[in-house]
């Protein structure tokens, strides 16, 4: 048992840290909001993850993975929507050309609206579709212990983007510098765009 949640932990780990979706979304909203931003993304994505987890318990993910149409929904939605997200970023990037001189200002980025983008961003994640049901029967197999591994994954997943909004947010000055800040922000749009794009063309 020891062995085979020390496993588990392994791959969530190596899942969890790689980058993707949920990490540019963290850091383009703390860069907006500040760490509060960040932290509720991170809340958000969780959450999203939260759900998947209690779908894959009680069987609904894997009716989902399995249902072409159902899935290729979930993939173009979420595919549109962090295109969208991306979008709104490179205009928030272009709009401050020609300020450089101005003193540096944070756009309000409300608590409830970080949340948001990061539940619907990994809801509208096929991978979680796929991934969850793939991954927590391996480890096992009653609605106790499916729930349990799963929400352990979530908090994994809450800390490491959390930590993500500290290190962001601890570099504000310096990443909210107008020039800084542009650039950075175009950089997270155009990730969001790329990755919204390759969900939207990857197969299973």
């Known amino acids: 048992m020891a062995a085979q949640l020390a496993a ?83 205009a928030g990037a272009f709009r401050g050309r020609g300020r450089a001189n101005e003193a540096p200002t944070r756009r ?11 539940l619907l961003s990994n809801l509208g994640n096929p991978k979680m579709a796929a991934f969850f049901p793939s991954l927590l029967p391996q480890f096992a197999h009653t609605f106790p212990s499916l729930l349990a591994l799963g929400l352990a994954f979530c908090l994994m997943t809450l800390v490491w983007l959390t930590a993500y909004a500290f290190a962001v947010a601890r570099a504000g000055d310096f990443l909210r510098r107008p020039r800084i800040r542009r650039v950075v922000e175009a950089v997270t749009g155009a990730v969001l765009i790329i990755l919204g794009l390759r969900v939207a063309t990857e197969t299973r």
Do not use: C
């Open 108 to 118: 309000a980025l409300h608590r409830q609206t970080a949340a948001r983008q990061g």
């Open 8 to 90: 588990f932990l392994g791959v969530s780990a190596i899942v969890i840290v790689t980058p993707g979706p949920d990490t540019a979304l963290t850091i383009r909203n703390t860069l907006m909001g500040g760490r509060r931003a960040g932290i509720f993304t991170a809340i958000g994505v969780s959450s999203g993850q939260a759900t998947w987890t209690l779908a894959t318990a009680v069987g609904i993910a894997a009716l989902l993975a399995a249902s072409e149409p159902a899935f290729l929904a979930v993939k173009l939605l979420g595919s549109a929507y962090l295109v969208w997200l991306g979008l709104q970023a490179l």
